[in-house]
T-cell receptor, first 115, second 114 residues
Framework: KQEVTQIPAALSVPEGENLVLNCSFT??????LQWFRQDPGKGLTSLLLIQSSQREQTSGRLNASLDKSSGRSTLYIAASQPGDSATYLC??????????????WGLGTSLAVNP | DGGITQSPKYLFRKEGQNVTLSCEQN?????MYWYRQDPGQGLRLIYYSQIVNDFQKGDIAEGYSVSREKKESFPLTVTSAQKNPTAFYLC?????????????FGSGTRLTVV
């Protein structure tokens, strides 16, 4: 059974720091992995999608990597800003869940960037 | 701009009532999904639809019903059979089910039982 774990559960950093959020999964049979951002009381905003054949994706100050063999993905945020404060969710698109290719979710990392 | 619109933003339900949450997308996406989010738990799939006039149960479909009469609309009804409906409900869509297709989410509906 695919399980997704995100560490740490919460993180507080001063503005300007580079930081890494971790996502691990137990089954390497995935189609893709997606990182989302959620602000309090809001919906999810897609940040990056990494297909199983890819190693990394970049968007602005964000870089996500994928290592299927070790079951890990990292989200790197460069030069963090207070506006980056949010919960970051990792979701794995499992290849073993039939045609729906079901998303398996982590519980998220709550990030606070302090001015 | 294309996107997913969920309404209402807040919804209050009395005991024994059915309520319907709206989800509309103008992205021309084929697949649509309903998730439930509770504190301390990962998102859980309620129902999904990969094509008009077809939908499938997710992990926690009991007490919920859906319809997919139009490509752009996927309403969720929370029935009186759902014993613990207070939660944040999120609608999502995808262009297709290929590995290069990500999910787009709406802004959510917070349902509270009063």
């Amino acid at each position: 059974k695919q399980e997704v774990t995100q560490i740490p559960a919460a993180l507080s950093v001063p503005e300007g720091e580079n930081l890494v959020l971790n996502c691990s999964f137990t089954d390497s049979a995935i189609y893709n992995l997606q990182w989302f951002r959620q602000d309090p009381g809001k919906g999810l905003t897609s940040l990056l999608l990494i297909q199983s054949s890819q190693r990394e994706q970049t968007s602005g100050r964000l870089n996500a990597s994928l290592d299927k063999s070790s079951g890990r993905s990292t989200l790197y945020i460069a030069a963090s800003q207070p506006g980056d404060s949010a919960t970051y969710l990792c979701a794995v698109n499992s290849a073993k869940a039939g045609n729906n290719r079901k998303l398996i979710w982590g519980l998220g990392t709550s990030l606070a960037v302090n001015p | 701009d294309g996107g997913i619109t969920q309404s209402p933003k807040y919804l209050f339900r009395k005991e024994g009532q059915n309520v319907t949450l709206s989800c509309e997308q103008n992205l021309n996406h084929d697949a649509m999904y309903w998730y439930r989010q509770d504190p301390g738990q990962g998102l859980r799939l309620i129902y999904y639809s990969q094509i008009v006039n077809d939908f499938q149960k997710g992990d926690i479909a009991e007490g919920y019903s859906v319809s997919r009469e139009k490509k752009e609309s996927f309403p969720l009804t929370v029935t009186s059979a759902q014993k613990n409906p207070t939660a944040f409900y999120l609608c999502a869509s995808r262009r297709g089910t290929g590995a290069n297709y990500g999910y787009t989410f709406g802004s959510g509906t917070r349902l509270t039982v009063v």
